[in-house]
């Protein structure tokens, strides 16, 4: 579980003009990632546009990360659904080689209760030969995974090491913090809170802003996880204003704008999404210009 200790990367798949992977850049991004301090990377989450990639396309991204990165950082899939028994068959059949620990969000649409997530996880972790890592993330599921369940899940489980917390709440967050066994791992999945809830507790992120400013905020992160609270808290402030950027018209759509301003990618994403507003590249540009 230490391998979790710290900053991930929710990293992005970079498209070409044409719309077709461009591993190329996917590549020098892991590069980038691992060259500035990323403690660790999550392959084919929400961030990835994993939803609009087919099958073929994800194992393109899975080969391409795990051959640049030639087993230097830990390597943490996304596979979550709203079926448990898909689930469990995606990771089933899934190539798994190369991966540490599977990243599984709350059940989505079906909105199920606090007793049907408990059962779904129980389920998911009966099937994997990897830990898991939970997924709370109600703005994008409808459906918020409390602190009880979680508690109840961690305890009842042999290989759910964790959760990416991402409700907002740092109230919530301080609670479940409270409840869950002691090496149980409390990961922000909220950019703009990872330090308070680093600070309560927790155990590191999992990052948007993070791949595009890896350096500065895994540097935040670490100094937070040392207690070196106001070093950490100058890189926060350092650094806020461009998460509420990143996030003013959706994800990945501002940090993809960023790492584009950057030189790093071709500014493109597959519909639904679209790319950045003209007057959200321009605020997202002038921000990396002067940092």
Do not use: C, W
Not at 35 to 47: E, K, P, R, W
Not at 124 to 134: D, K, T
Not at 149 to 176: F, P
Request: net charge negative.
């Amino acid at each position: 579980m230490k391998a979790f200790i710290g900053t991930g990367v929710a990293l992005i798949t970079p498209f070409r003009e044409d719309l077709s992977v461009d591993t190329e850049a996917l590549g020098k991004l892991v590069e980038d990632q691992i060259s500035n301090g990323i403690d660790y990377l999550v392959v084919l989450g929400t961030t990835a546009e994993s939803a609009t990639l087919s099958q073929q396309e994800k194992e393109l991204v899975k080969a391409e990360i795990k051959k640049v990165n030639a087993g230097r950082l830990p390597l943490v899939l996304g596979i979550g659904g709203n079926s448990t028994a898909g689930v469990i068959d995606e990771i089933k059949t899934s190539d798994l080689e190369g991966f540490d620990a599977i990243l599984s969000v709350s059940p989505y649409y079906n909105k199920p209760s606090q007793e049907g997530i408990y059962r779904h996880f129980k389920a998911v972790s009966e099937a994997s030969p990897l830990p898991v890592i939970l997924y709370n993330v109600p703005g994008r599921t409808a459906s918020n995974m409390l602190p009880e369940t979680i508690n109840r899940i961690a305890r009842d489980t042999h290989n759910v090491i964790g959760v990416k917390e991402a409700a907002g709440d740092i109230v919530q967050a301080m609670k479940l913090i409270s409840l869950v066994p002691e090496d149980f791992l409390v990961i922000s999945g909220d950019d703009m809170i990872t330090l308070p809830m680093t600070l309560a507790g927790g155990k590191g992120v999992i990052s948007v802003i993070g791949q595009g400013f890896p350096k500065e905020f895994s540097d935040m992160l670490r100094a937070g996880l040392e207690g070196k609270v106001a070093e950490a808290y100058k890189l926060h402030y350092k650094i806020a204003p461009s998460i509420d950027l990143i996030f003013a018209e959706g994800n990945p759509s501002g940090i993809k704008a960023l790492l584009a301003k950057k030189g790093m990618i071709t500014n493109r994403l597959r519909l639904p999404l679209v790319e950045a507003t003209e007057k959200l590249q321009e605020k997202i540009d002038r921000f990396v210009d002067e940092f």
